[in-house]
């Protein structure tokens, strides 16, 4: 059945490639993107990709509740809607704890509100596994304890209650999704991730010392209590998180309210940065070099998730292994050196 979705970030890395699928699946779709980290060309890809233009766009800030009602005024009925809006920067928000608050809290409330006013109560929100802190105990379930050590997760973490309390307040069905490392790209080349400047997160470091753009790796730190002493993450590709994402709100419109959900969206397989890094390699043939320097301020040992829930409730579980995940990411490096803003 075609549904009316409302995008909040939908021209980001995991919105633009939810856009994809759902585009695929025939739904219809309205992005609010300002488009503070992301281009408009990644939308014209997505529509060209798909083969489909029931893409309207409306540019505008998810903390503005006149831009959020021009969003559900753009057409008919919004069926549900898909928060990904949002600042993701964990050195960033230690940073600047008030501008996390305001863009993720703040931003989500201005969005509940219109959503209040429109008549639409059904979410599917982007939490994080940077959630649960730094546990001890795997693989992680959701029902154990979050513990949220910086202002990134911390906001994830009121966002989430904000929505479970709305679920005891009304009529609203919300399923806070707390994704692990989503990393690759579809594997088209055409749309992937652009981070602005020098890159935070392993997977694009990587890629881009692959291309030359960086000399090596600099892997922080070899002296966790892991078997080879590097962080483990559980990485899964983009578009199995894209998946999900149409899973879940397909769910969500199904079930009578109020209805509230918290699923992990990982693959429940590890991976050291030592395992990514051969992977890689041995996925494209390359040589990644790399030094071990300090651990970085913030990172945990180890995030490994039980994706069980999602299996159960969703009929969702990750299929795309390590290989896709560096196949796909280093073909979309290849084809777009300087992302959506330079020549191609
Ligand atoms: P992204 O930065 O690529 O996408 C976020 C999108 O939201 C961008 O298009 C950006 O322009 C837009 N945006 C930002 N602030 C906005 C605002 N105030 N109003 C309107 N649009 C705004 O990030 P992503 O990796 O696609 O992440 C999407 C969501 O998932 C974020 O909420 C992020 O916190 C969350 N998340 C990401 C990861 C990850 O590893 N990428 C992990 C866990 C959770
Ligand atoms: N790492 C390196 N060198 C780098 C970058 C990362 O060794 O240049 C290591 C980190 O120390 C960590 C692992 O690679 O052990 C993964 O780091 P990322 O920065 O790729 O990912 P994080 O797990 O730190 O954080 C990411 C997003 C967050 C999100 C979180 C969980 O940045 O927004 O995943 O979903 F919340």
Redesign the pocket.
Same mark, same amino acid.
């Given at each position: 059945m075609s549904r009316r979705v409302l995008i909040?970030?939908? !021209? *980001?890395?995991?919105?633009s490639h939810t856009c994809l699928v759902l585009l695929e699946q025939g739904h219809e779709l309205v992005v609010?993107?300002?488009?503070?980290?992301?281009s408009p060309e990644a939308l014209r890809r997505v529509q060209e990709l798909a083969g489909s233009t029931q893409l309207t766009l409306v540019e505008?800030?998810?903390?503005d509740a006149s831009a959020v009602d021009k969003a559900f005024g753009s057409g008919g009925a919004v069926d549900g809607v898909i928060h990904? !809006? *949002?600042?993701?920067a964990v050195g960033e928000s230690v940073g600047n704890p008030l501008l996390y608050w305001d863009?993720?809290v703040n931003?989500s409330r201005v969005l509940a509100a219109a959503m209040e006013r429109h008549g639409c109560r059904t979410l599917v929100f982007?939490?994080?596994?940077?959630a649960y802190g730094e546990p001890e105990t795997f693989p992680l379930r959701e029902d154990m304890p979050t513990a949220p050590v910086h202002p990134?997760a911390q906001t994830?973490v009121a966002v989430e209650q904000m929505l479970a309390a709305l679920c005891r307040s009304g009529p609203w069905r919300v399923a806070s999704l707390r994704?692990f490392?989503?990393v690759g790209a579809h594997p088209s080349g055409q749309i992937g991730?652009d981070p602005m400047g020098i890159p935070n997160?392993l997977f694009p470091f990587i890629t881009q010392v692959a291309a030359g753009r960086r000399e090596q790796l600099r892997i922080f730190g070899q002296d966790y209590p892991t078997p080879d002493g590097t962080g483990i993450r559980d990485y899964l590709h983009v578009m199995d998180l894209a998946e999900a994402h149409g899973k879940a709100l397909e769910h969500l419109l199904q079930q009578p309210t109020p209805y509230s959900l918290t699923l992990n969206i990982g693959t429940g397989r590890g991976l050291s940065v030592l395992e990514v890094v051969q992977g890689f390699e041995a996925a494209t043939g390359l040589t990644i070099p790399y030094e071990v320097v300090e651990r970085r301020p913030g990172d945990v040992p180890r995030l490994e998730a039980c994706p069980q829930t999602a299996q159960i409730v969703l009929g969702w579980s990750a299929r795309r292994t390590l290989e896709e995940m560096c196949r796909d990411g280093w073909a979309w490096q290849q084809a777009n050196p300087s992302g959506y803003r330079g020549p191609t």
């Open positions: 909040t970030g939908g !021209a *980001g890395f995991i919105g609010l993107d300002n488009f503070d980290n992301s505008g800030d998810v903390r990904f !809006a *949002g600042l993701k863009v993720n931003g982007s939490s994080t596994s940077t990134y994830k994704y490392n989503p991730e997160n």
